[in-house]
């Protein structure tokens, strides 16, 4: 609403700029103070307070995401420091500066700077197929996000911003748009990633697929920061500022903006555009509908923590997000709704849920262990808040009415079932924060696909910091059996971390966590291959005969290198709706497979040597 009036009282050439700037306006029409009164933006618009070009510096890369197939979201931030906006500095108790010729609060309460951008077919830029202009302010950290559209589908793009009536320009980035929803497309390709934690390791796993041109975009399952204390920087020197957990909308600007000087981060976000949602500490650790893990409010949503009600850490943490990624709003709607869909091709439909911050019911908190066990199988659980799920299972319809070849979730937390009685003990075997912990979300969503007779469904995990791989599959309700595969409805790969580190133990042994990888295959019939020791990531590529997923894993994390180890690769058939046999061809590097062998070749490749080259990579 702000937001409407706002633009209206503009002169019709300024809104349309200011309007461009997809970050002034709130991700939610209930929630207007997320949103900035363009009004009060355009009054400061005055050349003689304003900023020179030679004052501004394009101070974190660029980035696009949600690609669309005639549109891309596009993001940079022009800054006259690199240095965040502190207004609302909650926590350290500071007050905000009044501006009065503003009528707001801001510390840096600045005029507005304009920007220029365009897109073009090759990489000379001279080929321009559209531009635009937008303007930012310290309102919104300087960030600018736009939407460039009039764009072809499934085409790659390269795209520039620069200071109005300047030569100040940023980085050139690549964006590639989807094929449309009616398109035949050959094959595409995904690289998989969650739980990127800056002081644990550089995220060498972001280059590798740059460094190889290996993918068409990425996706991010989220835990793409970490609200907590940094204390762990020491060893490799890498400190997410601020030092300290993080709670005021300055903490979260300046945390996400720390992640984004990982050289290899900055690569990925400018070579791929970036299909990502939000997992836990987007926001804190383990979050449910009314509260996190660090609070004991079971009842009551607004208790004060670290100085500031829970809801207001929540707004202050989802609007650094919308700030800082390239992200689309797809809907308005009360809930702050990240869950969205993306249709590619007639190849496949991705659809991304909201697992974590949407509506949860209570979750394992660590001291209510018991508690949340007692209550993992009642009905009444939800784990996506039932709007959403139901939205789910249409999506689901929808994409097999249409005849999409593939449906894959992107998906926060581990879907299977998963008995961790080798870590946690027999009293409490599952990971109740994960879906056993919502055994009916589950169950309906197993009956939706069962029932509507779904075919070729994939889900993809992330928040474990460990890999698993599995038939989909309905246990004790459907028969299964784990030699064939025969009974499964689909597939479920979920990959490690990026950099946090594996919950066995932070420096575990390789032999100590196959160990512990044999145990976890034992345990579950479904688990066909499980990693415990590797960081990394994983490719899927998709055609309409089949889907491979590759898992690699690093090395070393303690410094910044182009190698990774192949570390097992699957395929399924279009149709089979499990993992083809013998799965992972019968042998793995590391982890262990149910049915086959772990053989340690101990083979590194370096990604800046294994390109793959059609040259339309950016230099790095
Ligand atoms: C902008 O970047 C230049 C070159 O890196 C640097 O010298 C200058 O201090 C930066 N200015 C600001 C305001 O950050
Ligand atoms: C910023 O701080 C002001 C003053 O304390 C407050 O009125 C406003 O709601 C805050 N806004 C946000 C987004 O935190
Ligand atoms: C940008 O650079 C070009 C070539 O050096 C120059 O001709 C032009 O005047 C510059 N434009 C601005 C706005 O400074
Ligand atoms: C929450 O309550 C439990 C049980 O009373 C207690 O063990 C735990 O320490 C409390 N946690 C916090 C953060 O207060
Ligand atoms: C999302 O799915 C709906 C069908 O349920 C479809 O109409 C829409 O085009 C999809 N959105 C995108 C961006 O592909
Ligand atoms: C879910 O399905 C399992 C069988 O796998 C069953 O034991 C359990 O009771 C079901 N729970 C609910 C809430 O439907
Ligand atoms: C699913 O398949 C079964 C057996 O082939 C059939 O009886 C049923 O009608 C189908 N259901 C739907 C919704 O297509
Ligand atoms: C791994 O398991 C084997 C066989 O159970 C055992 O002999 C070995 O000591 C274990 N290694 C470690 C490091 O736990
Ligand atoms: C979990 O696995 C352990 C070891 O295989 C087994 O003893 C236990 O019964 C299992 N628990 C459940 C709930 O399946
Ligand atoms: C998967 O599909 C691709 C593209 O059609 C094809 O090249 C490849 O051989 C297939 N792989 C398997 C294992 O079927
Ligand atoms: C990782 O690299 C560091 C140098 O940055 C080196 O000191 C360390 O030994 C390496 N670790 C392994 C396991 O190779
Ligand atoms: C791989 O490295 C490990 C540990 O250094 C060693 O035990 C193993 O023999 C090596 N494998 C091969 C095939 O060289």
Request: aromatic share 12%; net charge negative.
């Amino acid at each position: 609403m702000l937001y409407l009036l706002s633009t209206l009282t503009l002169a019709a050439a300024a809104s349309a700029s200011f309007v461009g700037n997809l970050n002034y306006r709130s991700p939610s029409l209930h929630h207007p103070e997320l949103g900035v009164s363009l009004r009060k933006v355009h009054k400061r618009n005055n050349a003689a307070s304003g900023f020179s070009p030679s004052q501004l510096n394009f101070t974190h890369g660029v980035a696009s995401g949600d690609p669309y197939p005639d549109s891309i979201i596009l993001w940079t931030r022009i800054a006259p420091t690199s240095d965040n906006d502190r207004s609302n500095i909650t926590v350290s108790g500071a007050v905000p500066m009044y501006n009065h010729d503003t009528e707001e609060y801001v510390s840096v309460s600045t005029a507005p700077i304009c920007v220029n951008y365009k897109v073009a077919s090759d990489k000379a830029l001279s080929s321009v197929v559209s531009t635009g202009t937008a303007w930012t302010s310290s309102d919104i950290d300087y960030t600018v996000k736009v939407e460039a559209d009039k764009l072809a589908p499934f085409t790659t793009y390269y795209y520039q911003f620069n200071v109005c009536n300047s030569n100040n320009t940023s980085p050139i980035g690549r964006a590639k748009t989807t094929p449309a929803a009616d398109d035949t497309v050959s094959s595409i390709g995904l690289a998989v990633y969650s739980c990127s934690n800056f002081p644990y390791g550089y995220f060498n796993a972001y280059g590798n697929p740059v460094r190889k041109d290996s993918v068409d975009y990425v996706v991010h399952l989220g835990d793409y920061i970490y609200e907590s204390k940094g204390s762990y920087g020491a060893p490799i020197g890498r400190l997410p500022l601020p030092d300290k957990e993080i709670y005021s909308l300055y903490d979260y600007r300046k945390r996400i903006a720390t992640y984004r000087t990982d050289l290899d981060l900055l690569a990925s976000a400018a070579s791929f555009s970036w299909i990502s949602v939000w997992d836990d500490h987007e926001v804190a650790d383990n979050t449910w509908r009314d509260s996190s893990s660090r609070l004991n409010n079971t009842e009551q949503s607004f208790v004060m923590d670290g100085g500031v009600s829970v809801e207001q850490r929540k707004m202050n943490a989802v609007r650094a997000y919308f700030e800082w990624m390239p992200i689309r709003q797809v809907e308005m709607d009360d809930n702050l709704r990240i869950w969205r869909n993306f249709s590619i091709g007639s190849l496949l439909d991705l659809i991304m849920l909201d697992t974590r911050q949407y509506d949860r019911s209570i979750t394992d908190l660590y001291w209510n262990t018991d508690y949340v066990h007692q209550i993992s199988n009642d009905a009444g659980r939800t784990l996506m808040g039932s709007r959403q799920e139901n939205w789910f299972y249409n999506q689901l319809s929808a994409s097999a009415a249409r005849k999409a070849a593939w449906r894959v979730i992107g998906n926060q937390i581990v879907f299977s079932r998963m008995n961790e009685s080798v870590a946690y003990g027999n009293e409490n075997p599952l990971d109740y924060d994960a879906w056993d912990g919502y055994q009916a979300s589950r169950n309906r969503t197993l009956q939706h696909l069962y029932t509507q007779n779904i075919s070729n469904t994939v889900f993809l995990s992330g928040d474990s910091h460990m890999s698993w791989v599995s038939d989909l599959v309905w246990l004790d309700e459907h028969p299964y059996d784990p030699v064939t595969g025969a009974g499964s409805i689909g597939v479920e790969f979920a990959g490690t971390a990026v950099t946090s580190p594996c919950p066995y133990g932070q420096n575990i042994a390789l032999d100590k966590a196959n160990n512990a990888s044999r145990a976890l295959v034992q345990a579950n019939r479904e688990l066909q291959w499980q990693d415990v020791y590797y960081r990394g990531y994983f490719e899927l590529h998709i055609s309409y005969s089949n889907i491979s997923a590759s898992f690699f894993g690093m090395p070393n994390i303690t410094h910044r290198n182009p190698l990774e180890i192949p570390l097992a690769s699957f395929s399924v058939q279009s149709g089979e709706n499990r993992l083809s046999r013998p799965v992972a061809g019968g042998s793995v590097e590391s982890g262990a497979l149910k049915y086959g062998q772990t053989v340690q070749t101990n083979v590194t490749v370096d990604t800046s040597a294994a390109r793959s080259g059609n040259n339309s990579r950016l230099a790095l």
